[in-house]
């Protein structure tokens, strides 16, 4: 198990598909609910954690292929401060899997640093048992100085809770003389809230099917192209990602359309036709196994 995978073997038809991609536009931030890992254990009739750990493995996929397409900074919804709700055993056990994860990623200091990726963890750590937040401390500070890609975890994370931090910080340094209240605007609260200076989300991908934001990041991704997958986190692949960013270029290219032009936007029939295609051999390629 590590966080840095250098051992995919991406096949000439992925590479083909990827490459097509990158000489469009590539979303900068991506962010993930990474839903399903649950309902994956129940389909495969094993322990919840065991669901959650076969998330992890799909996460650190998923971050080399975002590197591999030149995706710059991912957000992760890794647990809500809802979930503090659920079965107490359960959230232990995801306690103690963060745990894991996070020791390993620390172990991995130099991979990091190599790779030049800065990890950070959002959220209102407080909620957390302290020898989590000190583990959180020692692996922000160790790639601190990483500048290449971003990786952020909400983690005690809703973005609700996020703005209600936000405006009470604002007051605290106007109660503090740092600022005025008339420099209280939507770009001071973006400056305090835990994701920056992460830039907006451009594209922010749910998987299980639920149409949904819930809770997360609700600011960053007021302006962001939404994509719903049907799959199961721990069963999301290269191709899913491949018609996310598809998704992504395709809407984006029609609200330039929109913005450019003073007449109604209307999709050209050889766009649908190319949006077909694509779909119909990306799904052919997911359903034939070679992902």
Not at 82 to 99: H, I, M, T, W, Y
Request: proline share 2%; glycine share 4%; net charge negative.
């Amino acid at each position: 198990m590590t966080w840095i995978r250098e051992e995919y073997k991406f096949s000439l038809l992925e590479r083909l598909f990827a490459n097509i991609l990158r000489s469009g536009r590539i979303p900068e931030h991506v962010a993930f609910i990474m839903d399903g890992n649950r309902r994956f254990a129940r389909q495969h009739n094993i322990e919840k954690i065991k669901g959650h750990s076969q998330g992890f493995e799909r996460l650190a996929d998923t971050l080399q292929w975002c590197r591999y397409l030149g995706i710059t900074t991912v957000t992760v919804y890794a647990f809500s401060i809802e979930n503090f709700k659920r079965d107490q055993a359960e959230v232990q056990g995801l306690f103690e899997l963060f745990r894991e994860k996070i020791r390993l990623l620390i172990g991995e200091a130099d991979k990091l640093r190599q790779h030049k990726v800065r990890v950070r963890i959002i959220g209102n750590l407080s909620y957390l048992p302290q020898d989590i937040q000190d583990l959180i401390r020692e692996a922000e500070e160790i790639t601190r100085d990483n500048e290449g890609s971003t990786l952020n975890v909400g983690f005690s994370y809703t973005s609700r809770e996020e703005i209600t931090h936000a405006v009470r910080s604002a007051v605290s340094k106007v109660q503090s003389g740092e600022i005025k209240t008339e420099d209280i605007d939507s770009h001071q609260l973006e400056k305090l809230l835990y994701s920056a200076p992460s830039r907006p989300v451009d594209l922010l991908v749910r998987t299980s099917g639920e149409c949904r934001l819930s809770d997360f990041m609700l600011w960053q991704a007021s302006s962001a192209i939404t994509y719903f997958s049907e799959v199961l986190w721990p069963e999301f692949n290269f191709w899913q990602l491949l018609m996310a960013v598809f998704y992504y270029q395709r809407n984006m290219y029609l609200m330039d359309r929109l913005t450019s032009s003073t007449k109604p936007c209307s999709t050209s029939a050889s766009l649908l036709d190319a949006e077909k295609r694509f779909l119909e051999v990306v799904e052919e390629m997911d359903g034939s196994g070679e992902s």
